[in-house]
């Protein structure tokens, strides 16, 4: 079974722009959360989908949002970037019957210069 | 979610059994204990929790004091690719199929020497 996949790896922005990262979960997982990780704040919870409604936030501005496919592929965007952006952005899923094991994807890292 | 106390760094002879300790003194009766584990450059892998009673699977085994306010994860043949940062995590029950947000901490960086 194909883990967690995230893409683009590896994403440069200048500031002002907007970007879109893409997770697929685990296929037969439907629980998909978004995560921040940079070297001073550690890992963040940005948000959580489950059956593309979100269930919780993590206490970021609105220039954070997300979405959740019928497929259960999931979308993160980030409005008017900033340099404090730069990050690790990582997305995790569990199945149904598993939750507390999340698996997380390699992450998209995150340059605005 | 309760709070966890780590020590930043450990070292490990590779073959040797690795055990990493964890305070969490305020744990509530209904939190979990979670460990998750980072090596580098890639996204955090899950490997092991409990509630109270000590557990064990293919990667380690977690032991929880009786009182539950620290926990120990034992790795018992430490190689060099368990070089990793090690996440205690509590938090609590899950319910309803969602996910729940994690909260990492600063983490344990365990070096495993040849």
């Known amino acids: 079974k194909a883990g967690v996949t995230q893409t683009p790896r590896y994403l440069i922005k200048t500031r002002g722009q907007q970007v879109t990262l893409s997770c697929s979960p685990i296929?037969?997982?439907?629980?998909v959360s978004w995560y921040q990780q940079t070297p001073g704040q550690g890992l963040q919870f940005l948000f959580e989908?489950?059956?593309?409604?979100?269930?919780n936030k993590g206490n970021f501005p609105g220039r954070f949002s997300g979405r959740q496919f019928s497929n259960s592929r999931s979308e993160m965007n980030v409005s008017t970037l900033e340099l404090g952006d730069s990050a690790l952005y990582l997305c995790?899923?569990?199945?149904?019957?598993?939750?507390?094991?999340?698996?997380f994807g390699p992450g998209t890292r995150l340059t605005v210069l | 979610d309760a709070k966890t106390t780590q020590p930043p760094s450990m070292d490990c002879a590779e073959g040797r059994a690795a055990n990493l300790p964890c305070n969490h003194s305020?744990?509530?009766?209904?939190?979990?204990v979670y460990w998750y584990r980072q090596i580098h450059s890639q996204g955090p892998q899950y490997i092991i929790h409990?509630?109270?009673n000590n557990e064990t699977n293919e990667m380690a085994s977690l032991i929880i004091t009786e009182d539950r306010k620290s926990s120990t994860l034992i790795l018992p043949h430490a190689t060099l690719r368990d070089t990793a940062v090690y996440y205690c995590?509590?938090?609590?029950?899950?319910?309803?199929?969602?996910?729940?947000?994690?909260?990492f901490g600063k983490g344990t960086l365990l070096t495993v020497n040849p």
């Open positions: 305020t744990i509530s009766g209904n939190e979990y």
């Open positions: 995790a899923s569990s199945a149904w019957d598993r939750v507390d094991e999340q698996f």
């Open positions: 409990g509630l109270k």
């Open positions: 989908y489950f059956s593309e409604t979100q269930r």
């Open positions: 995590i509590v938090r609590g029950v899950n319910s309803g199929g969602s996910n729940y947000k994690l909260t």
């Open positions: 296929s037969g997982h439907r629980s």
